[in-house]
T-cell receptor
Framework: KQEVTQIPAALSVPEGENLVLNCSFTDSAIYNLQWFRQDPGKGLTSLLLIQSSQREQTSGRLNASLDKSSGRSTLYIAASQPGDSATYLC??????????FGSGTRLLVRP | DAGVIQSPRHEVTEMGQEVTLRCKPISGHNSLFWYRQTMMRGLELLIY????????DSGMPEDRFSAKMPNASFSTLKIQPSEPRDSAVYFC?????????????FGNGTRLTVT
């Protein structure tokens, strides 16, 4: 059974700092991994999708990496801004076509 | 593109009542998912459809829960009878195809409170 874990559960950083969020999964047989952002009271917004054959994806200040063999992914946020404050969730999809989510990292970027 | 549309945004009901949540996926998407989010359990997949056909409903907690997708543009999640432990945010999501390569698009959710 696939399990997804995110560390840390919460993170508070000053504006401008570069930061890394971590995601690990137990079953390396995945099709892809997605990173989402969730603002309070809102749905999830897809940030980046990494195919199983890829090592990383970049979008603006965001960079996500994937190491299938070790069951790990990281989301790197450069030059963080207060507007980046949100909960970040990673999710993997495998042969069952179910997207399995981690519990998220709650990020606060202080002005 | 209006995105995934869910209604109602909030629902407050008494224990024992029937609750119906509605979802309109993004036009052209052929996969639809229902998720439930709580503080204790995070995001749980309840059921997903591919081309209007239920593929996996193993996440549906009990027989009190049922979901339908009568056509490509509409789905419902029904709880009958509702119980206080059903209180959660219910999300609907759609994608252009299941499997790899297709990001999921979420609606804003329905916050259900059962008293």
């Amino acid at each position: 059974k696939q399990e997804v874990t995110q560390i840390p559960a919460a993170l508070s950083v000053p504006e401008g700092e570069n930061l890394v969020l971590n995601c690990s999964f137990t079953d390396s047989a995945i099709y892809n991994l997605q990173w989402f952002r969730q603002d309070p009271g809102k749905g999830l917004t897809s940030l980046l999708l990494i195919q199983s054959s890829q090592r990383e994806q970049t979008s603006g200040r965001l960079n996500a990496s994937l190491d299938k063999s070790s069951g790990r992914s990281t989301l790197y946020i450069a030059a963080s801004q207060p507007g980046d404050s949100a909960t970040y969730l990673c999710a993997v999809i495998g042969s069952s076509y179910k997207l399995i989510f981690g519990s998220g990292t709650r990020l606060l970027v202080r002005p | 593109d209006a995105g995934v549309i869910q209604s109602p945004r909030h629902e407050v009901t008494e224990m024992g009542q029937e609750v119906t949540l509605r979802c309109k996926p993004i036009s052209g998407h052929n996969s639809l998912f229902w998720y439930r989010q709580t503080m204790m359990r995070g995001l749980e997949l309840l059921i997903y459809f591919n081309n209007n056909v239920p593929i996996d409903d193993s996440g549906m907690p009990e027989d009190r829960f049922s979901a339908k997708m009568p056509n490509a543009s509409f789905s419902t999640l029904k709880i009958q009878p509702s119980e206080p432990r059903d209180s959660a945010v219910y999300f609907c999501a759609s994608s252009s195809r299941t499997g790899e390569g297709s990001p999921l698009h979420f609606g804003n959710g329905t916050r259900l409170t059962v008293t």
